[in-house]
């Protein structure tokens, strides 16, 4: 039996034993390959492959063994958008650093799109400075401002141009909560070496959102020590921040005098003229037309982020796809007119769905384990309790077994940050969003 027959086989078989909601979500994008007796199943995230293994295996296991009339062994594979298989990195963080930048560094962030305007462009020449003298011009780096200004795309932008002239070069980047996670996890397996040579063999290294080394003392000291050694060997850094060095509550003197050293600059939120012109390039990018005079009137809804801007800009262009509108001002002026805190659900309607969705009982939801099954529906709960709700970060986190604000802050600009980069995110969310129509 062909690839084709076997896979349109099983989604039959299945798709009557799992819900509509994880049958769309975990198995229509997932694809196989059968080797003898081996079924390899590619997925496209992490994410999916982890919840298909944890709850799902023995089912798939049996259908499998069912339709073939024997035993098979079933192996999992993460998928890129173009098919090409990528390596895990979770499975072993601590593996000898080649990076290639292609593929750790998402290369739709570059130096030529980023729209400049007035409020970041003190910012950008600082990017162009960096690239063409690392380790020279400006070490560190540090690029503040509020949640959504484009503080990530710069950074990144930095890495891709500077893998595009050395392809050789030695690129680090991780969020704060991923070198967090390293360092705790190098204390439990005994393996500090590793992480140190891992973080200081970096040439270029990027540390996505700081603040959160806030109170987090042992965290500190390590990445004070990386820091130092980065730093006496010309390695060039580039760091972000929702905030300056001297406003980071529980950061040490020692770090913050460090990440004032170099070069701060701040980005403030685009101003109007440069908020058209970040549409337009969307625009271009997504392969959409919209006339002027509806770009200004999207532009002119909101001030702050530059991702709820995108966002909103995503959503109208799916509503006037969907309902077959023409993209006209008074279309588009009706959508902007409806208050954007739309879910005519409460919290615990809420909470109930994205259990449904997610095949998750309520303890799963709100208890302590953080297996990456877990975490991502957890997040996108924190976001919409928070922006469609309206809920305050400490009621959120009560009903979520207790959790720290800060902790709910987190899951909530991560989502925010996802939603704005992450296209299989995007879609994951719209489907939530539909789910809750039907309840």
Known sequence: MDNQKLWHKFLDTIKPQVSSANFKTFFSKTKINQENDKIILSTPSAFIEETLKKRHLPLIQQIFDDILGKKVKIEFLISGENGQSKKKEEDDFFSPITIQSSYSLNPKYTLENFVVGPSNNVAFAAAQAVVQNPGTSYNPLFVYGGTGVGKTHLMLAIGNAIFKKKPSVNIIYCSSEKFMNDYVAAIQNHRMIDLRNKYRSAQILLIDD??????????????????????????????????????????????????????????????????????????????????????????????????????????????????????????????????????????????????????????????????????????????????????????????????????????RDRIKKQLAKDREIQRLFMEIKNYFQTI
């Open 210 to 411: 700081v603040q959160f080394f806030s109170g987090r003392e042992g965290t500190q000291e390590e990445f004070f020590h990386t820091f130092n050694e980065l730093q006496s060997k010309n390695s060039q850094m580039i760091i972000t921040s929702d905030r300056s060095p001297h406003e980071i509550a529980k950061l040490e003197d020692r770090l913050r005098s460090r990440f004032a050293g170099g070069l701060m600059v701040d980005i403030q939120p685009p101003d109007f003229d440069t908020r058209v012109a970040i549409l337009k390039a969307k625009c271009t990018e997504w392969g959409s037309l919209l006339p002027e005079d509806t770009l200004r009137l999207i532009a002119s809804s909101t001030e702050s982020s530059i991702r709820e801007l995108e966002g909103r800009l995503m959503q109208i262009l799916q509503i006037l796809k969907a309902q077959n509108l023409e993209p006209s001002s008074e279309n588009i002026a009706l959508y902007l007119k409806e208050p954007q805190k739309s879910l005519n659900l409460n919290h615990k309607q809420v909470i109930s769905a994205i259990c449904s969705y997610f095949d998750l009982s309520l303890k799963d939801l709100t208890g302590p384990k953080r297996q990456k099954e877990l975490v991502l529906p957890r997040h996108i709960t924190m976001y919409i309790l928070a922006e469609e709700l309206g809920m305050t970060v400490e009621k959120i986190g009560q009903l979520l077994g207790g959790r720290d604000h800060t902790t709910v802050m987190h899951g």
